[in-house]
């Protein structure tokens, strides 16, 4: 499936989307349980298209619906009672602009590796990117798609509120170990800077989902 397709089912099913969402927040609670709910779905839709108890076609859009629907649900629990529902419809384009293009690509390469027949069940290779061939490697970027972005889009919530709450300035804090990126040391050397003048966690920034910095706001 082409990149306008996949945008074109998202926009109708836009409505639904949302509606999920909010139910999947309010049984998630937490963008921590949210995460490791959402790891769980992977493992199971994974699998499901390992031993061909679903076909291709239903598998691209499970893992379509899953991604979007799991991002919202982050945005939503970021915005707390601060009308969630109005902050679905601002993040949605967002949404949209940051999941679909890789998801997109990721799609078409494990297609790829299923239709040449090579992927194997599974090795020492954990990342998709490396090993594109892979089972494990398959599930650990389905993972990063709709589990990981849960914390990002949770902070995007969270930007949301305190922009309308009326903060200016913002600032990213790392946590300055061996494991942060130069990215992320750079965002926190820059200390207080005027809101929405830096990426939110897990963008911009060599750590993509597995950023562990957090925004304060003044």
Known sequence: MDLLSLVGIATKRRGDYFSQAKALAKKARTYEKLETMMEQEAKVLVNALRLKQIKWAEYERSLLDKALISALAGVYLGAKSAKPEEKLEKAWPKVVGDMLPPLHDFLNETKKSIDDGDIRIGDETSDFAENPK??????????????????????????????EQGFKQMRRVAKLDKRTCPDCINYAQQGWQPIGSLPMPGQECRCYDHCRCYIDYR
């Open 134 to 163: 892979s089972w494990l490697g398959v599930l650990s970027r389905v993972i990063r798609y709709i589990a990981n972005p849960a914390y990002s889009f949770f902070n995007l919530g969270q930007y949301y509120v305190q922009q």
